[in-house]
């Protein structure tokens, strides 16, 4: 199996910065994509982005300019910046794996953004 190991998430300000932090383990094959997702109160879970082993990046329009993801190969560590932060960036993140056929997901942390 696959474990997600979350961490980073905390209360800050508009216009300020936060990093998350996300260690994958397990059978985890050479291809594969890692992304994180935020899903606000009353909300659906959406993409913010998506990084693959080869280093391809997607990004929600939103978060674009604002956010950079990254990742570590041989840790199998995803990464995310965010920047100027927004209050309507508020949510529980989740890092998401993709390898071979299925999905895993970490367990959450909580970004909150004040004014």
């Known amino acids: 199996q696959v474990q997600l190991v979350e961490s980073g998430g905390g209360l800050v300000q508009t216009g300020g910065s936060l990093r998350l932090s996300c260690a994958a383990s397990?059978?985890?094959?050479?291809?594969?994509?890692m992304g994180w997702y935020r899903q606000a109160p009353g909300k659906q879970r959406e993409l913010v982005a998506k990084i693959t082993s080869g280093g391809s990046t997607n990004y929600a329009d939103s978060v674009k300019g604002r956010f950079t993801i990254s990742r570590d190969n041989p840790k199998n560590t995803v990464y995310l910046q965010m920047n100027s932060l927004k209050p309507e960036d508020t949510a529980v993140y989740y890092c998401?794996?993709?390898?071979?056929?299925?999905?895993?997901w970490g367990q959450g942390t909580q970004v909150t953004v004040s004014s």
């Open positions: 397990g059978s985890i094959f050479s291809f594969n994509v």
């Open positions: 998401n794996l993709v390898t071979g056929p299925f999905g895993y």
